[in-house]
């Protein structure tokens, strides 16, 4: 399969039952979460009529959706711009290894690097997840220098 057969488009509302599907997939997936549904589909939803909450682009082969990466904005006052913070980045299983994620992320980097508003690009990976850090390294991701805490107010259960 080459990337040319790869189709990105932005996500549409009627799109987001499989986002909330995919987003479910990936928290069981990489983290053992289990999401409830009628928690993540008014979060999906609010950012598919949003945009200033983030957006989302779903890749298609053969007219199948395969894959979705999402983005979310974070204003940087030290460099006067917004970092795109990559999300819910998901490839179904019998797309990995095809170029599915390369071409999101190729499409994401190319629309950042036309945005003089956009300063860079920044992802969440769960530490033990060697295969997703060598993808985003080979793409040129490289590790930041800060480490991350968080309080969070909704943890969802864990199987």
Request: with cysteine; glycine share 6%; charged share 25%.
């Amino acid at each position: 399969m080459s990337q040319d057969q790869i189709k990105i488009r932005p996500a549409q509302p009627d799109d987001a039952a499989v986002i909330v599907d995919f987003n479910r997939q990936l928290a069981q997936e990489t983290e053992g979460l289990i999401l409830d549904e009628s928690r993540v589909r008014p979060g999906v939803e609010a950012v598919l009529v949003n945009p200033s909450l983030g957006r989302y682009f779903i890749s298609e082969l053969a007219g199948e959706v395969v894959g979705q990466i999402g983005l979310t904005y974070e204003w940087s006052d030290w460099r006067n711009g917004h970092f795109w913070w990559i999300q819910s980045v998901y490839v179904l299983p019998q797309a990995r290894r095809a170029g599915v994620f390369r071409a999101l992320y190729h499409h994401v980097e190319a629309m950042a690097l036309e945005d003089p508003a956009c300063t860079g690009l920044r992802l969440y990976v769960e530490p033990e997840n060697q295969r997703a850090i060598d993808t985003y390294k080979a793409l040129g991701l490289s590790d930041a220098p800060y480490r991350m805490l968080e309080l969070d107010f909704s943890e969802p259960e864990r199987d």
